[in-house]
């Protein structure tokens, strides 16, 4: 398994205490909602955040993903795409 390199590590580490505290946000901001209600909006962010760094991650790990369907055409090269837009972990 490739491992992670210094750089990576603290990327991910950053990361991961970012996610911490922006989740400590949206628990603290639904427990104070008067109507207490989730904010759809924000567990679409989280799910499209997650999305994307597994998608990082595949790529980084050189993860072939696996077609049900020969008519779905397959992804741009992640590593190359996100080393184009400066994604974290790349």
């Known amino acids: 398994m490739k491992?992670?390199?210094k750089d990576v590590q603290d990327r991910l580490q950053e990361l991961t205490e970012l996610y911490?505290?922006?989740?400590?946000?949206?628990i603290y901001s639904e427990e104070n909602n008067p109507?207490?209600?989730?904010n759809i909006q924000?567990?679409?962010?989280?799910?499209?955040?997650?999305d994307?760094?597994?998608r990082v991650?595949?790529?980084?790990?050189?993860?072939?993903?696996?077609?049900?369907y020969s008519n779905?055409?397959?992804p741009r090269d992640f590593t190359r795409l996100t080393q184009e837009l400066g994604i974290i972990l790349v």
């Not at 911490?20 to 949206?26: A, G, M, Q, R």
């Not at 109507?35 to 989730?38: L, R, T, Y």
């Not at 567990?43 to 997650?50: G, V």
């Open 20 to 26: 911490l505290i922006v989740k400590e946000i949206v």
């Open 42 to 50: 924000v567990i679409t962010e989280f799910r499209n955040a997650f």
């Open 52 to 54: 994307h760094l597994m």
């Open 35 to 38: 109507e207490n209600k989730a």
């Open 57 to 68: 991650y595949a790529a980084y790990f050189e993860i072939e993903r696996v077609y049900l």
């Open 72 to 74: 779905i055409k397959k």
């Open 3 to 5: 491992a992670f390199d």
